[in-house]
C-alpha cells in the first residue's frame, strides 16, 4: 500500500520538476509590442500628470488621497503645509519616492510645482506666496539622504500644530 502511494508522489514530483524551466530560456523573444528597448522616464518626456501616475500614484492613489492603511499620507488638501514649517521645503524633494524617483532634476521640480499648485493636489493648504521648485534646488537637496522619514516628518507635523495647522493628511485626522 505504501509503495503506490510514494511511487506516485515520486513521479508527481519528478515530472513537475521536468515540465519547470529553472534556467531561462536564450531564444525567448519579447511579447508582441515589446521589441524595442524601453525609455527611461527621465528622457521619455511625460507629461508632469503621467509621472505623478507612473511615480506617485501606487501609493498617494491617483487623486493623491492616500491610504491609512498603507501608512501613506494624504496629499490632496494638504501637502501645501509643509512649506510652511522650516525645513519642509527641502522634506518634500528629500522623501524617498521624490529623491530616489527615476524623474531627473527638472521632471521632480515640475512635479513638486505641479503638486503645490493651489487648483490642483494641495489645493487650500498652499502658502499665499510660493517660490516655485527650480532644477538646481532638487539637484541640490535630493542628495542629501532622509535617514528617518517618520522622525523628520513628525518633527514637521509637530510645527504645523504649533501653528494651529489642522493635520488632516489621512495619518493623524
Known sequence: MRWPLLTGVALTLISTTLLARS??????????????AQTPIARAGYSVATNYQLQCAGCHLT???????NDTPRL????????????????LVRVPGMSQSALNNQ???DMLNWL?????????????HFQPY?????AAVRRQAMLNLPETRGKLIEQMKAQGISIT???GD
Open 116 to 128: 503645490l499648485n493651489k487648483d490642483g493636489m494641495a489645493g487650500v493648504s498652499m502658502p499665499e
Open 63 to 69: 487623486s493623491g488621497e492616500g491610504s491609512r492603511a
Open 76 to 91: 490632496a488638501g494638504f501637502v501645501g503645509n509643509f512649506l510652511k514649517v522650516e525645513g519642509g521645503r527641502a522634506f
Open 23 to 36: 534556467i531561462p530560456d536564450p531564444h525567448q523573444q519579447p511579447a508582441p509590442g515589446n521589441e524595442a
Open 107 to 109: 521632471q521632480l521640480a
Open 134 to 138: 527650480s532644477a538646481d534646488e532638487v
Open 169 to 171: 493628511d489621512g495619518l
